[in-house]
């Protein structure tokens, strides 16, 4: 099992920047991806970002070119780095890890964006 855990989520002016941390613990080296999704107020989940083992990374078209999904193996630490913030990327954005056919989610952050 994977334990994911949060943090970094905040309240910030439109135009801001944020940076969220996904912290994992338990079968580290049974994943095989790591991504960040997001669910506004009476919205589905939507994927943002997928980094891969081998670093490769993947964005969601509204987020492309504001945030960069990045990691710290050392630390077994996911980042999400978002930049020029928008009030529609108010959401809770939370950290996902695939292993095998299986996730495993975090219990999400709140990011608010205000015009």
């Known amino acids: 099992q994977v334990q994911l855990v949060e943090s970094g989520g905040n309240l910030v002016q439109a135009g801001g920047s944020l940076r969220l941390s996904c912290a994992a613990s338990g079968s580290i080296r049974s994943i095989n991806a790591m991504g960040w999704y997001r669910q506004a107020p009476g919205k589905q989940r939507e994927w943002v970002a997928t980094i891969l083992n081998g670093g490769a990374t993947n964005y969601a078209d509204p987020v492309k070119g504001r945030f960069t999904i990045s990691r710290d193996n050392a630390k077994n630490t996911v980042y999400l780095q978002m930049d020029s913030l928008k009030p529609e990327d108010t959401a809770v954005y939370y950290c996902?890890?695939?292993?095998?056919?299986?996730?495993?989610w975090g219990q999400g952050t709140q990011v608010t964006v205000s015009s």
């Open positions: 996902n890890a695939v292993i095998g056919l299986k996730s495993s």
